[in-house]
């Protein structure tokens, strides 16, 4: 079985301020790691994917986020937040490999507040 | 390349009936998986369609269920409408092998009264 677990529902930065947004996971097998984010009355847009190759990833938007096996984590970041920031993202995890086509477990979701 | 299109964008329905919302994929795109999203249980997985044929299953009662056309297109039911089956229902396609990028739609709001 899988799961995510994104630490604190609320973040809020100034603009201009570094964004981190945790996420630690439990996979019994190698597993792919997503950032997903979602803006009001929207889908879900990928930011970033870990799929094995580098540990550090980088995404769209500025976002990068780094895989540590040992600490079960893929945190978020971006150096500056922008007003345009502002969301809810999720992290998510599917099995590497394996047969869990086109099914992701999420995290419960972040909401992001940034202020001028 | 246009995205995801689900309809209707909205809708509102009283308990006891059924409803059927419709998801069409990115062309090109084989598969289809559909996610329910509500403030309480977040985001849980559905079901994924891959050629018409059901690949993988969430845990989900038998009033949940879907199909898919050959031309891609899917669409899920909900029959007995419970006032617990409110919530935004996503779509998301992909190409169709395992583990890799899905593309959501914006979803159907589902109010049930």
């Known amino acids: 079985a899988q799961s995510v677990t994104q630490l604190g529902s609320h973040v809020s930065v100034s603009e201009g301020a570094l964004v981190l947004l945790r996420c630690n996971y439990s996979s019994s097998v190698p597993p792919y790691l997503f950032w997903y984010v979602q803006y009001p009355n929207q889908g879900l847009q990928l930011l970033l994917k870990y799929t094995s190759a580098a540990t550090l990833v980088k995404g769209i938007n500025g976002f990068e986020a780094e895989f540590k096996k040992s600490e079960t984590s893929f945190h978020l970041t971006k150096p500056s937040a922008h007003m345009s920031d502002a969301a809810e993202y999720f992290c998510a995890v599917s099995d590497a490999g394996g047969t869990s086509y086109g099914k992701l477990t999420f995290g419960q979701g972040t909401i992001l507040t940034v202020h001028p | 390349k246009a995205g995801v299109t689900q309809t209707p964008r909205y809708l509102i329905k009283t308990r006891g009936q059924q409803v059927t919302l419709s998801c069409s994929p990115i062309s090109g795109h084989r598969s289809v998986s559909w996610y329910q999203q509500t403030p309480g249980q977040g985001l849980q997985f559905l079901f994924e369609?891959?050629?018409?044929?059901?690949?993988n299953k969430g845990n989900f009662p038998g009033r949940f269920s879907g199909r898919q056309f050959s031309n891609s297109r899917s669409e899920m039911n909900v029959s007995t409408l419970e006032l617990g089956d409110s919530a935004l229902y996503l779509c998301?396609?992909?190409?169709?092998?395992?583990?890799?990028?899905?593309?959501f739609g914006s979803g159907t709001q589902l109010s049930v009264l």
């Open positions: 369609y891959f050629s018409e044929t059901q690949r």
């Open positions: 998301a396609s992909s190409i169709g092998q395992n583990n890799e990028k899905l593309f």
